[in-house]
């Protein structure tokens, strides 16, 4: 469908190439130089299978398995709910024959692509259970869904091979990376907007564009439009808002896509620094970009440099640091005492990064509780873990935790960075007899220092996907995906996600 239409737009796209050819190339003396946004858009067109190593293949299998496993816990959550009926009141209002993709965990339900991967993305965050990286985004969920979605709309004319998946799969995480990196700003926790409502809506329009093999004209438009549908403010973390900024960003990302090669245009020079007038670099202080090289046959992804972190439980990433220590704590008052009494405790002393949005003392829903320091804290003391049922209503105000938490101070010390590269937890208890005891954690597991193992990622999705899926679907699911490569019509994996 998509492919006929830019076939169909050939001569307009001809006459976008001659009033934008002076901005693909900037003056520099007497030199013709490569701006940086037509360098990005060479990169998502050019960039083909065998520039992926066997690293960074086997790193963004695990993502992609990873991602399905929270996005079909997510569509069992109340914001799925009400997302998945708004878009179905839109779509049945408008034209039914636009429907051919499959929704999370809802079978028989279809929608129209660009509302699946709304729906989809918002499940994928619903929990706040998904990937995150370093600069500060969560990365999958953000291209992930596009990229279903468009497979089983291509396949109403050709069949979109799993190493084609793949290939686009790694350009929106490679897109997204480059980006951050333009910025020491997006190396800190995010103070101002979401990263994966920007970022993300960038790394969607570029997977998406190159899965439906636009050409390079219109990779820098995709990029460039979707420059126009990113953002979404810090103020909406904690609330049930905050999964829109996912769903929105893979949606909008696809929509980009779906534009340009329909033959709308924007300005060519969006990602690069320019003067008087603010692209990309409006979203970041201290923008600066940098030309995408990609030479022959050679390329390293930022995915070999460096992995991602898989969360154990659903809350924000430094929620994972505190419970670390404050289990660890937990351990060696067993280990020294016989058991863990919390009346036992004077006060709680946890010394973690200066960040607003994640110092909430008093959580009252489970998206401020997936948010709080201090509760996931006083949940690891309570109960040794935290776990998916930790956010249930029953154990966020239960009498007990509201005890401990009255106990709590928070003191942010110099050394502590709110990075996540750098950042530590640390949870010290005064216990009513005069002792003080210690938990520390610089490196959780799953953090991309400390990588999950294969069998912990496959207990994660296994637990995660058994909440909306039949155990033959999960098998089928599991081997599709870690074979990726074999597979020749990658449309087939998102009817096994309903």
Known sequence: MFCRTVQSTKKLQQLSRQIHKSAVKVVTGNQLEETVTNSFASFIYGIRPGHLSDIVRHRSKRMILDNIGVGLIGSTTQVFD?????????????????????????????????????????????????????????????????????????????????????????????????????????????????PPSVVGTMGSAAASAKLLSLDKDQCTHALAIAASLAGAPMANAATLAKPLHIGNATRLGLEAAILAARGMEANSLILDDIPGCAGFSAFYGDYQPKSLQLQGDSYEFLLEKQDIAFKSFPAHLGMHWIADAATSVRNRIINIYGSFEPSAIQSIVLKVPVSKYINRPYPNSEHEARHSFQFNACTALLDGEVNIKSFDEDKIFRQELHLLLSKVMVEPPQDNEANFDKMYGEVTLLLKNGDVMTGKCDTFYGHWRKPLSRESLLKKFLTNARHAIQEDQIQKVIHMVENLESVTDSSQLPVLLQ
């Not at 636009?98 to 929990?127: E, F, I």
């Not at 990937?131 to 969920?141: K, N, Q, R």
């Not at 396949?155 to 333009?182: D, K, W, Y």
């Open 82 to 194: 009400i997302v998945l009926k708004y878009c179905q009141d839109l779509h049945f209002s408008g034209n039914e024959d636009s429907a051919h993709c499959s929704v999370y965990g809802r079978k028989g339900v279809k929608l129209p692509p660009t509302l699946t991967a709304y729906v989809n993305g918002v499940a994928a965050h619903s929990m706040d259970f998904d990937d995150t990286w370093h600069p500060a985004t969560h990365p999958s969920g953000a291209v992930l869904p596009a990229l279903l979605a468009l497979t089983q709309v291509l396949s109403q004319s050709r069949q979109v091979t799993g190493e084609e998946l793949l290939m686009a799969f790694n350009v929106g995480i490679e897109i997204q990376g480059r980006l951050m990196g333009f910025s020491s700003e997006a190396k800190t926790i995010p103070k101002t907007f979401h």
